[in-house]
């Protein structure tokens, strides 16, 4: 086994190998044997005790060994990974990736590669950390048909938003707490502004749906504009805000939405309590009915556990002279745009306080052909606001109804605009 990688992820798969080799070989049927161990810098001090001469900076010439048949990847980033996996696979090697960025831009060469040289592809470790969730998705739920995903699957936004709620801390406190603590990185963008929940949410709307499905096609929404006063307006409705992966047939069922943003959500839905830095995946099929995945969505150990979980997997299938399941795409469902997805929203209307205020703002709402849900009205004078939620229209419907009220004289700012999911 080749492993690429030797950093929080991959300094835990050697410790569990060598903590677990006995019980692993049991599993597997043979010994699991570390062939070598590919990374940029050699010289680096490791977090776990190995034979440095394992260690090389040449992971081409490590992949194409001929002792290795099965390579794990855990250096993330497209390249050099997808030229490295792809030859691995060419060769009929089997790869177990935990790379959920090359998956969501580019898996579809990795399982064309996999096909043509026969080899295994397993990447339970790139989505939810330790959480068993793609492979329940790829084949526990095969003879299901998933109505609708919905998941928190980034531990670092869900850490921010949960202090937030539950200490009234601005979000660049909650960003400051969780990057002391390890949670956040010095630069969050790709957590904060939800470019990794949007490759795990093309990673999990490929499998629920049977269509291939890019992070380039994922509508993608982050977290830097909710203030605390959004959180606390929330909870006085008795709704959290968390930021959601939402991927779902169309109600004719001949497209997908999938997104990521932002929404509340009723403190009585299951994802409400997932709090810290866990992740937590609802999931809803036909047959089956509601699902939900839990536990922790990051972290070496976490992840190196998933990614463990495969080799033993892929071990197995080289030693029965099998492969595990393809690629599953004959939906071919097309991603359609955020526009035509259906969704409420939760509106705070600053207005002026004087009669016939509440009848123009409907008025605007039914010129768009959508329906109000609840109305209230919050403050005097300067200080009169409407708190107004929707019933169900589509996104485009929605923006249109929110640029008109914009333009209305009596509005003097639309506060906050935020979608509500969780409780239909």
């Not at 835990?12 to 810098?41: K, S, T, W, Y």
């Not at 390579?71 to 060419?90: K, M, W």
């Amino acid at each position: 086994m080749a492993l690429l990688g030797c950093g929080v992820v991959g300094s835990q798969v050697i410790r569990l190998m060598h903590e677990q080799a006995a019980d692993l070989a049991a599993r597997v049927g043979a010994p699991l044997e570390l062939a070598g161990v590919a990374v940029r810098r050699s010289g680096r001090k490791r977090d776990v005790d190995f034979d440095p001469a394992l260690l090389t900076t040449d992971a081409e010439s490590l992949v194409a060994r001929d002792d290795v048949d099965i390579v794990v990847e855990v250096i993330g980033g497209i390249e050099p990974a997808r030229s490295l996996l792809v030859s691995a696979l060419s060769k009929g090697k089997a790869v177990v990736t935990a790379n959920k960025a090359l998956l969501a831009e580019d898996g579809a060469a990795l399982f064309e590669a996999g096909r043509a040289g026969n080899g295994d592809l397993y990447y339970e470790a790139s989505v939810a950390g330790a959480i068993p969730l793609l492979r329940p998705l790829r084949e526990s739920l095969a003879g299901d048909h998933v109505r609708r995903v919905l998941g928190i699957v980034n531990g670092t936004t869900n850490y921010i938003l949960d202090k937030m709620d539950s200490t009234g801390a601005s979000f660049t406190e909650a960003l400051e707490e969780a990057q002391s603590l390890g949670y956040a990185e010095a630069d969050p963008t790709a957590d904060v502004e939800g470019f990794d929940a949007a490759a795990k949410a093309a990673i999990l709307a490929g499998l629920a749906f049977h269509s291939r499905v890019t992070a380039a096609e994922v509508h993608r929404e982050g977290i830097t504009e909710i203030t605390a006063t959004d959180v606390a307006s929330a909870k006085a409705m008795g709704y959290v805000i968390k930021l959601l992966a939402i991927c779902a047939k169309s109600d004719d069922g001949r497209s997908i939405g999938v997104r990521v943003h932002p929404a509340m959500i009723p403190r009585t839905h299951p994802l409400a309590g997932v709090g810290e830095a866990y992740n937590a995946v609802f999931v809803e099929a036909e047959s089956a009915g509601q699902l939900m995945f839990y536990g922790k969505g990051a972290g070496g150990a976490p992840t190196a556990s998933a990614v463990l979980g495969d080799i033993v997997a892929v071990a197995r299938n080289r030693i029965a002279g099998t492969r595990g399941p393809d690629e599953s795409t004959y939906a071919s469902l097309a991603v359609h745009p955020m526009g035509e997805t259906v969704t409420r929203v939760h509106v705070a209307l600053d207005v002026a306080d004087k009669p016939g205020v509440l009848a123009r703002v409907a008025e605007e709402f039914a010129r768009h052909d959508v329906s109000i849900q609840t109305v209230r009205q919050e403050g005097h004078g300067d200080d009169a606001q409407l708190v107004i939620v929707s019933h169900r229209a589509t996104d485009a419907a929605l923006t249109a109804t929110m640029d008109g009220l914009r333009e209305l004289d009596i509005v003097r700012a639309v506060a906050s605009v935020m979608r509500v999911e969780g409780d239909d």
